[in-house]
């Protein structure tokens, strides 16, 4: 399944075979989703518990995620780059303090060489663009959950 999420626009689901995604020896992974988008945070929230993964909390502002990420312990915190009422980089930092064990996974659709850079200074483990393939959204949160301490 592929998401595409433009700004100002719906994002729209287009099935693809990932039948390698359901390994069932992939272990289950406590997701905390920060995105504003309704149908976007819909959408992934749909396909992770489908892959067997648990979403322990769904948000649509940076107050909220920096609120819940010490409150529910996810293992990845997949964060939209522009929340509104936050400033991105330092509500990556509020939450690398609260939630110190939590992998943080940015989707952007604006992201510059310089955000970039300066998001893995703060600790985030991985950046996705926007739009992206559900397919690798997946892998991306993996591969932060198997990096992050345990």
Not at 145 to 150: G, N
């Amino acid at each position: 399944m592929s998401i595409a999420m433009n700004p100002g626009t719906a994002p729209t689901a287009r099935a693809q075979d990932h039948s390698s995604m359901t390994d069932s020896s992939v272990t289950p992974i406590k997701v905390l989703i920060a995105e504003d988008d309704e149908n976007a945070r819909s959408l992934i929230t749909d396909l992770l518990t489908t892959l067997g993964h648990t979403i322990v909390a769904e948000v649509s502002t940076g107050r909220d995620a920096f609120e819940r990420a010490k409150d529910v312990a996810p293992d990845v915190v997949l964060l939209d780059f522009r929340l509104p009422d936050s400033d991105d980089l330092s509500l990556v930092e509020g939450i690398r303090k609260k939630a110190p064990s939590s992998a943080i996974v940015m989707m952007t659709a604006y992201g510059t060489q310089q955000m970039t850079e300066q998001a893995k200074r703060l600790g985030v483990s991985e950046i996705i663009g926007k739009p992206f393939d559900m397919g690798a959204l997946e892998d991306v949160i993996v591969k932060a959950y198997q990096s992050k301490p345990h």
